[in-house]
T-cell receptor, first 116, second 111 residues
Framework: DTGVSQDPRHKITKRGQNVTFRCDPI?????LYWYRQTLGQGPEFLTY????????KSRLLSDRFSAERPKGSFSTLEIQRTEQGDSAMYLC??????????????FGPGTRLTVL | QKEVEQNSGPLSVPEGAIASLNCTYS??????FFWYRQYSGKSPELIMS????GDKEDGRFTAQLNKASQYVSLLIRDSQPSDSATYLC???????????FGKGTKLSVIP
């Protein structure tokens, strides 16, 4: 399977704990995105990397959230001191830089986070 | 605040009919437009992208874009029960790589 992969697929944690998610993009893709989706809503953008550089970051991303893409390949998203409001599906997407803004984002299966 | 609006549905159509899904967006400088399909509990799956005014056809799917009206639509011909899903409209704004999504329209195709 050469699609975007995410790990774990499901995570249940207690409020106040830290969690970390991993995303492996499609192998030749140099752009990587994180989104969050709650029930009944469309995905909301969190952050974007081009290679290892974090170029865009949503105001939704509080100080408790941090993302890295250290070698321009896989990425991690960490949430510190989780809150019940963090419960959501965390989606990773990747794309290959194209002409202008025509690149297409392909999504991974997501990590469903439940904070008790 | 960039916004993408869709009717939440549910939109019910009989099998074999044409389903019409609509989307409007607020950022007049938007350049790229996408339709994703999302089955319950799954992640979004790309159906089509469109960048220029007019129609773009791919199999049973046709995307239509009208930048002057800030409107994009998706037509599904010969609808099948397997098309039952939530359809998400996504827009990339000017100078940005992030996608702004609508809340999605839930489509139900009745056998």
């Amino acid at each position: 399977d050469t699609g975007v992969s995410q790990d774990p697929r499901h995570k249940i944690t207690k409020r106040g704990q830290n969690v970390t998610f991993r995303c492996d993009p499609i192998s030749e893709h140099n752009r990587l995105y994180w989104y969050r989706q709650t029930l009944g809503q469309g995905p909301e953008f969190l952050t974007y990397f081009q290679n290892e550089a974090q170029l865009e970051k949503s105001r939704l991303l509080s100080d408790r959230f941090s993302a890295e893409r250290p070698k321009g390949s896989f990425s991690t998203l960490e949430i510190q001191r989780t809150e019940q409001g963090d419960s959501a599906m965390y989606l990773c997407a990747s794309s290959l830089a194209g002409l202008g803004f025509t690149d297409t984002q392909y999504f991974g299966p997501g990590t469903r986070l439940t904070v008790l | 605040q960039k916004e993408v609006e869709q009717n939440s549905g549910p939109l019910s159509v009989p099998e074999g009919a044409i389903a019409s899904l609509n989307c409007t967006y607020s950022d007049r400088g938007s350049q790229s437009f996408f339709w994703y399909r999302q089955y319950s509990g799954k992640s979004p799956e790309l159906i089509m992208s469109i960048y220029s005014n007019g129609d773009k056809e791919d199999g049973r799917f046709t995307a239509q874009l009208n930048k002057a009206s800030q409107y994009v639509s998706l037509l599904i011909r010969d609808s099948q029960p397997s098309d039952s899903a939530t359809y998400l409209c996504a827009v990339r704004g000017a100078g940005s790589y992030q996608l702004t999504f609508g809340k999605g329209t839930k489509l139900s195709v009745i056998p």
